[in-house]
């Protein structure tokens, strides 16, 4: 069975980033409950992304699946996985440090797979390699702080797409305001619903 290339990227980049979370993290009973939720997450997401990829290619998929599951394309159903995913996060409840890990997982998930994609696919994704670089080691150098990591690299991602090549996601094309919306909804989660005293 023939599998994708950029969906090996994706995996091999969500393994790695998964295998130094683990090993960096000393408190196991926390890493566990953290990988668990991380999954469930990622699960849904995936689930849900793959189920309105079909939906919205039917028929097409049925005569050239590899082509259309390969193919980097699928903005509509990326919106969609988010949403699906963002409800589930709502309803397990996360809380700071959960939210912390599964920024970590993802951000250093999403930091491998430009590296890799660079290196064997020959790719050049400069902007989006140094905005998930500088993601992810400051949100795992200086814990406290990650939310302004992170809304600081939506932020500029925002920026940089609405005066140039928009930024993808994993190789999934997404529109500037994406990026925007996702700034204002961590800022209104750091300091509206939680209100996380920095300590």
Known sequence: MFIPPYI???VVAIIISIALFAAMHTDRKEMKYILS?????LTTFFVVFM???LLTTFPMILEYPVAV?????????????????LIHAYRLSAGKDELYGMVVLLSGA???YYIISTVVMNDRPLEELVLWFIIYIGSFLWKRYWPIFLEAGMLVAGLLSLNGPVLDVMGIPVDAGFYIV????IFIIDRRVYKWKRT
Not at 37 to 41: A, H, M
Not at 72 to 82: A, D, K
């Open 8 to 10: 090996m990227v994706r």
């Open 51 to 53: 189920g309105a990829k």
């Open 69 to 85: 599951l390969s193919y980097p394309s699928g903005t509509l159903e990326f919106y969609i996985g988010v949403g699906a995913m």
């Open 182 to 185: 996702a700034a204002a909804g």
């Open 37 to 41: 939720k991380g999954t469930s997450l």
């Open 110 to 112: 999403f930091f491998f």
